[in-house]
């Protein structure tokens, strides 16, 4: 019984530290790097642009505009309908796109045609928090949809590669949504 | 020489005629030396886990060649240990033929995970699909599991939501002041007096159901490289493990030094 306990303990232990590694690195790690971080709520980033939160508006993905944004995003968007608020000219769009394994929540203002502001609401990745920085979002105010990328340039960040490219995705999928919904 | 000159010098090293047998001269005895035996009972005790160390390790040099990350082991005992088994109870409900499940926080459509923000409430069958209620988000799935669209708290009437269920046909969530019926277009939410039954998820029996979704919700099995990567730095050992390769490495080093030391010896002696 002694050398049963005494061999079950430290295999269990082993057990236990590789779980914690596979889970943190492989798949599942999601629980680990799931550090969701809240910069503003959505209903707040609403409610700063509109005063009050707008009629809930629904734009129901055609074909076309379905493999639009495939193109834009290289994989389908998450869902069919997606939501958006309108409201003294400027068009308000919260959008979710992956950086490497966590959805990056995005509030984007839309208005003539060119964003007005991108806001990162809600970032869940554990790295590439960079990408919430203003000195980062302001460089997206003034672009404007060119085919399907945006036409200013955008510098990246060392260390944040996939979550810089996820947001360019978002400020082009919601000038390309603002172009369908304008029409 | 005669008998007499020969052993008549007690004070020689050596003598004659020990037995009557024999006639041997024999060479004083020598104090018993324990390297040799130090050296092979050193080297019996570092057999082992140097055999097994050399054996996992040339296993993962080669694991591109033999294809081990390919390979996933999804063994009940295997993801047990490494703690890749759901805890606690599973909760289900069946809706339009499909089975809407949750397990120790993940969220089965059928067998494929779904991404849901917040703690599941329940799910609810529309006409056009299902609804999937969580405490923050209401996810609005089609027949074939596709999300159609996602309510968060810019949709809805006010979180965190409590309880969910039918009210003439239409979607109906209580949150802490009361419970709201949505539109057709699940657009507006109207409060309303009357009491809603709430509809809950019940536990799942066991069946292949849930032995399926056991083995997918860590996602995957172990692969094999990794599962050979920890017998190889010997995590099986737990924390054990640096100090019991510390005494092994130190019983090589050993055994390196006394077979030296041996050899030399041997050496010296001709």
């Given at each position: ?37 809240v910069y503003e709520k959505p209903s707040t980033f609403m409610t700063r642009h509109f005063g009050a939160i707008p009629q809930t508006q629904v734009i129901t993905l055609?074909?076309?505009q ?15 309908k997606i939501r958006y608020w309108q409201a003294n000219g400027k068009a308000a769009w919260i959008l979710e ?8 929540t995005t509030g984007i203002i839309v208005k003539d045609g060119k964003i007005s502001e991108l806001k990162v609401l809600v ?11 203003p000195?980062?979002t302001k460089q997206f105010v003034g672009s404007s949809l060119?085919?399907?990328?945006l036409n200013k ?14 947001l360019?995705?978002l400020a082009a999928v919601a000038l390309y949504l603002s172009q369908e919904t304008g029409k | ?148 669209e996602?309510l968060d708290e810019l949709s809805l009437p006010s ?24 539109d057709?277009d699940w657009i507006e939410f ?81």
């Amino acid at each position: 019984m002694i050398f049963k306990s005494s061999f079950i303990t430290p295999v269990r232990s082993f057990f236990g530290r590789a779980a914690f590694f596979v889970l943190a690195i492989t798949f599942l790690g999601s629980f680990v790097s799931a550090a969701e971080k809240v910069y503003e709520k959505p209903s707040t980033f609403m409610t700063r642009h509109f005063g009050a939160i707008p009629q809930t508006q629904v734009i129901t993905l055609s074909g076309t505009q379905s493999k639009q944004l495939k193109s834009i995003l290289g994989h389908k968007y998450a869902t069919k309908k997606i939501r958006y608020w309108q409201a003294n000219g400027k068009a308000a769009w919260i959008l979710e796109e992956k950086g490497k394994s966590e959805p990056i929540t995005t509030g984007i203002i839309v208005k003539d045609g060119k964003i007005s502001e991108l806001k990162v609401l809600v970032y869940r990745e554990s790295h590439g928090w960079e990408v919430t920085r203003p000195f980062f979002t302001k460089q997206f105010v003034g672009s404007s949809l060119d085919g399907k990328v945006l036409n200013k340039k955008v510098d990246g960040i060392v260390g944040a590669t996939l979550s810089v490219r996820a947001l360019k995705k978002l400020a082009a999928v919601a000038l390309y949504l603002s172009q369908e919904t304008g029409k | 020489m005669s008998d007499s000159d020969t052993t008549s010098g007690s004070a020689a090293s050596f003598q004659v005629g020990c037995s009557v047998v024999c006639d041997v001269v024999r060479k004083p005895k020598r104090k018993k030396r324990k390297s040799r035996s130090l050296h092979r009972l050193l080297g019996m005790i570092s057999a082992l886990p140097l055999v097994w160390v050399l054996l996992t390790g040339l296993v993962l040099n080669h694991s591109e060649d033999f294809g081990l990350d390919s390979v996933e082991l999804e063994s009940p005992l295997i993801l047990s240990a490494y703690g890749m088994t759901p805890a606690g109870g599973a909760e289900s409900l069946v809706l339009h033929g499909h089975s809407i499940t949750s397990w120790d926080g993940v969220v089965f459509f059928d067998q494929r995970p779904l991404d849901l923000e917040g703690e599941i409430i329940t799910a609810l069958p529309m006409g056009d699909g299902m609804a999937i209620v969580s405490d923050s988000t209401v996810l609005r799935v089609d027949f074939e599991g596709s999300v159609i669209e996602k309510l968060d708290e810019l949709s809805l009437p006010s979180i965190p939501l409590l309880e969910a269920g039918i009210f003439d046909g239409k979607m109906a969530l209580r949150s802490s002041d009361s419970w709201h019926v949505a539109d057709a277009d699940w657009i507006e939410f109207s409060a309303i007096s009357e009491t809603v039954t709430p509809i809950r998820l019940q536990p799942l029996e066991d069946g292949d159901l849930k032995e399926a979704l056991r083995s997918r919700w860590s996602g995957g099995g172990v692969s094999l490289s990794r599962f050979v990567l920890d017998l190889h730095a010997g995590n099986f050992l737990g924390s054990f493990a640096a100090y019991f390769y510390d005494f092994v490495v130190l019983c090589t080093l050993w055994l390196i030094a006394t077979g030296i030391i041996l050899q030399y010896r041997t050496n010296r002696r001709g």
